[in-house]
């Protein structure tokens, strides 16, 4: 029996299941709203774009990012602990196919982070097709050795090709360019794992697992996650003092809650930076209109947070009610959706907004209401 | 302290329960004892109001679940088999958590943490996140949370799973301290222990409670030597049962 090609199944299976939840569910509007509207915004910023733009720095930094972040998957389960080790030294055609289904996903990453930055490049640079090609190829070689590398264990295999690459960028030798990463995934197979190393693997794969689960969990619930908390002494002292001294149990929770996981403050900021940016680089054309926007892909995110917590934790046999532990969750989601309105109101201003700051600002506590009203 | 009366309940098309009635008074602290599958895990379930009851009552200090859940629940804490704690939480937190929960003066619970994190050596993890604590470790934070609240009812449930021996001997001992203002019910399969430290016995077999008493009471409903161990009873007991049925 292929071990691989029957976990790939489940796998698909998994994909298929979800993606009709988020195909059905009415929220991917705000979604395909967000890109339709970033992509005319680009179009503009296009547009308006002088020759002299540094696209040299955009491509090296594109670059640089690319083999970061990766999560790949490994279909290992916690179960193959016990029952896949006897066969752990036998199974390569299990390791290639992790190899192979990892390679894809890079490569997908890279053509994507591709298309946004080809435009710019063409437009600014003076390059032959064989040079863009290269550029293309390097990306995707360098966004594989940068998931790979994770696969193997082995650090900085990515980050050191990727720096070669933008170098030869810069010195004006973008044809070269995919030459550090083929070096580095010749380097990846020499030194690659002769058996699966199990616990590594099995780690990466609930990391991987928890960020889909994470997304799927905006369209529907998904009570059995892991979270990823961070201690943040400032903040939560901050809050402490201000709110938490006075507040109920479960104001309390997840007022904790929000300062220390990854999935609620971080969101926040995320998208507040992401904002900016669309906002700079429409250059004053209705930024106004990004505050709902972000907001309204904020709450998407952030409300539904509220259905695994109250799964998963202990205050089911704590005197709290559900009633308060929705009414504290509702609080907090309310303060900060409409701070983070609030602040992308004040920038969309200094970008160049007038009334449409306003209109967007009510746009944003319409949709802020609609999502927490939805909580129930 | 605590009364279950009549209880039949279990889940939606499974009724686990079968009129089972058993109390639970002032200064004790009851076993309840049964196989896997007996109907323990249930029972507790019913008395922490997580399940609704098909008919027959459980009242804790003269509150129902139906009258006011908030005031019900407050009577009562709650220590699982396998511990759930927030993971963004440090235990101090956890600890205030049950403050704010329990509403509890800020002095006592203080005093309380002290000296609760001092006996059970868990003093020096106060400020740690439940993600590093060890399986023992985090059965000790739960400790910690349910000794805490000083409930008129605290319900156990494989108090012993994942505890060092030293642990163990501090658990039972904080538990005759505190069974002097309220009630334990305790589930477990240690019956050497049970034997050693609970004031009396309720035997659960399929869902029907088959005898409740003191190990000597036991003893004389089964015709058993005085030195017959509470496995002997158990067994007995179970025995009796089968042959009945």
Same mark, same amino acid.
């Given at each position: ?255 904790? $809650? !929000?300062? =220390? ?8 900021? *995320? &998208? /507040?930076?992401?904002?900016? %940016? +669309? ?42 009610? $559900? !009633?308060? =532990? ?8 309310? *303060? &900060? /959706?409409?701070?983070?309105? %609030? +602040? ?33 | ?245």
């Amino acid at each position: 029996m292929n071990v691989f090609r029957t976990r790939f199944g489940v796998w698909m299976e998994e994909v298929v299941k979800y993606s009709r939840y988020v195909a059905n569910g009415g929220l991917l509007f705000t979604l395909y709203f967000t890109l339709i509207y970033g992509a005319f915004v680009y179009n503009q910023f296009l547009n308006g774009l002088d020759p002299s733009f540094p696209s040299e720095w955009v491509v090296a930094l594109a670059f640089l990012i690319l083999p970061l972040g990766h999560r790949p998957r490994t279909l290992i389960q916690e179960a193959d602990q016990v029952f896949l080790l006897p066969e752990l030294g036998r199974i390569r055609s299990y390791m290639n196919g992790v190899r192979l289904f990892n390679v894809v996903f890079a490569s997908i990453r890279a053509l994507i982070l591709m298309l946004i930055v080809l435009p710019l490049l063409v437009r600014t640079l003076e390059l032959t097709s064989a040079e863009v090609f290269a550029i293309v190829f390097a990306s995707v070689l360098l966004s594989v050795v940068g998931r790979l590398s994770k696969l193997e264990g082995i650090r900085f295999a990515g980050v050191v090709s990727a720096v070669a690459s933008s170098a030869l960028v810069f010195l004006g030798l973008p044809f070269l360019t995919p030459l550090p990463a083929l070096a580095a995934l010749l380097f990846l197979h020499i030194r690659r794992n002769e058996r699966i190393p199990l616990l590594e693997w099995l780690a990466l794969e609930q990391t991987s697992k928890a960020q889909f689960n994470r997304i799927v969990s905006w369209f529907v619930d998904l009570p059995e996650m892991r979270e990823e908390v961070k201690e943040r002494k400032l903040v939560v002292r901050m809050i402490e003092r201000s709110v938490l001294v006075r507040a109920d149990a479960a104001r309390y929770i997840y007022g904790l $809650r !929000i300062a =220390r996981s990854k999935d609620s403050l971080d969101l926040i900021i *995320r &998208l /507040l930076l992401v904002a900016v %940016l +669309v906002m700079w680089l429409a250059g004053g054309w209705y930024v106004g209109m990004v505050v709902p926007l972000f907001v309204g892909l904020t709450a998407l995110q952030l409300v539904p947070l509220f259905k695994r917590l109250d799964t998963v934790s202990i205050a089911s046999w704590l005197p709290i009610t $559900r !009633i308060e =532990r929705l009414v504290a969750y509702k609080w907090w989601t309310l *303060r &900060l /959706l409409v701070g983070q309105a %609030l +602040v992308l109101g004040a920038v969309s201003l200094l970008f160049g907004a007038s009334w449409d700051a306003l209109v967007g600002l009510l746009l944003a506590y319409g949709i802020v209401r609609y999502y927490l009203a939805k909580l129930t | 302290m605590l009364h279950v009366d009549k209880l039949n309940g279990g889940y939606i098309g499974k009724q686990v329960l079968h009129d089972v009635t058993f109390e639970v008074k002032k200064g004790e602290l009851v076993g309840l004892i049964g196989l896997n599958g007996a109907g323990k895990s249930t029972t507790i379930k019913h008395i922490l109001g997580l399940l609704e009851p098909i008919s027959g009552s459980v009242t804790v200090d003269g509150e129902t679940v139906q009258s006011s859940e908030k005031n019900y629940r407050k009577k009562i804490s709650y220590i699982p088999e396998t511990p759930i704690l927030y993971d963004t939480l440090t235990l101090r937190e956890h600890l205030t958590l049950m403050g704010k929960a329990y509403e509890i003066p800020e002095r006592d619970l203080e005093e309380r943490t002290g000296r609760l994190a001092k006996n059970m050596r868990m003093e020096k993890q106060l400020d740690w996140f439940p993600s590093v604590f060890s399986k023992g470790m985090r059965q000790k934070a739960m400790i910690l949370c349910a000794l805490v609240t000083k409930t008129p009812l605290l319900i156990v449930d494989e108090p012993f799973v994942g505890l060092d021996p030293l642990a163990i001997r501090q658990l039972l001992q904080l538990f005759d301290e505190y069974k002097e203002e309220s009630a334990i019910l305790m589930s477990t399969h240690i019956l050497e222990t049970a034997e050693r430290h609970c004031d009396r016995f309720v035997f659960l077999h399929q869902g029907v409670v088959i005898a409740t008493g003191t190990a000597g009471e036991l003893r004389e409903k089964y015709a058993l030597s005085p030195d017959a161990t509470l496995d002997d009873i158990y067994v007995e007991a179970i025995d009796v049962e089968e042959r009945a049925r």
